[in-house]
């Protein structure tokens, strides 16, 4: 079993719509949460992270984290076609060094 | 200011030639990252230096693949006799410590393709 799961997608939706992506993890010792973009051709962006569990909102984008379920999601609200791009999860212990990365899942906001 | 480079941008190789990839980190960064990224897959950890410390060297594949940093400044990943499972996007990140969290800096990756 992968330590993180991420549905790879695509994912298309229609100017607008409200985005739902997720990630399942399997060390509870995992502390930090983040989400990255990657348009084509680009590095990651770090867009948001989390400590812990809880929400964490920043304009269009909601980070949840919820622990007991090992489960994190990241929300778009009213997608735009700029957001197009692949996004990936990533998480790592408190200590350590090591961050680990899901597979990503491919968007495309159609205008 | 400038952010993570990476060279070369693309790097065609035959198999069983040895390649060197780069990478100039953010200045007064003092972790680096390197991680592959094969087509549909995530980022997978390979090597992770702070500082003057002894670099985490566990996610390496096999011994084909080596990387050095000076200091706190250039890398280099070396993968000797390429195989074409070694084809992907190699990509580079640095950040402020590496201790705790703090926020990686990609680079563009380097793509590499083994015929």
């Keep these: 079993q992968k330590e993180v799961e991420q549905d790879p997608g695509p994912l298309s939706v229609p100017e607008g719509a409200i985005v739902s992506l997720n990630c399942t993890y ?86 | 200011g400038a952010g993570v480079s990476q060279s070369p941008s693309n790097k065609v190789t035959e198999k069983g030639k040895d390649v060197e990839l780069r990478c100039d980190p953010i200045s007064g960064h003092t972790a680096l990252y390197w991680y592959r990224q094969r087509l549909g897959q995530g980022l997978e950890f390979l090597i992770y230096f702070q500082g003057n410390s002894a670099p985490d ?40 410590t590496g201790t705790t969290y703090n926020e990686q800096f990609f680079g563009p990756g380097t793509r590499l393709t083994v015929l």
């Design chain 2, 57 to 96: 060297k566990s996610g390496l594949p096999s011994d084909r693949f080596s990387a050095e940093r000076t200091g706190e400044s250039v890398s280099t990943l070396t993968i000797q006799r390429t195989q074409q499972e070694d084809s992907a996007v190699y990509l580079c990140a640095s950040s402020f």
């Design chain 1, 26 to 111: 399997s060390n509870s010792a995992f502390q930090y949460f983040m989400w990255y973009r990657q348009y084509s051709r680009k590095g990651p962006e770090l867009l948001m992270y989390t400590y812990s569990s809880g929400n964490k909102e920043d304009g269009r984008f909601t980070a949840q984290v919820d622990k007991s379920s090992k489960y994190i999601s990241l929300f778009i609200r009213d997608s735009q076609p700029s957001d197009s791009a692949t996004y990936l999860c990533a998480m790592s212990e408190i200590t350590g060094n090591q961050f680990y990365f899901g597979t990503g899942t491919s968007l495309t906001v159609i205008p």
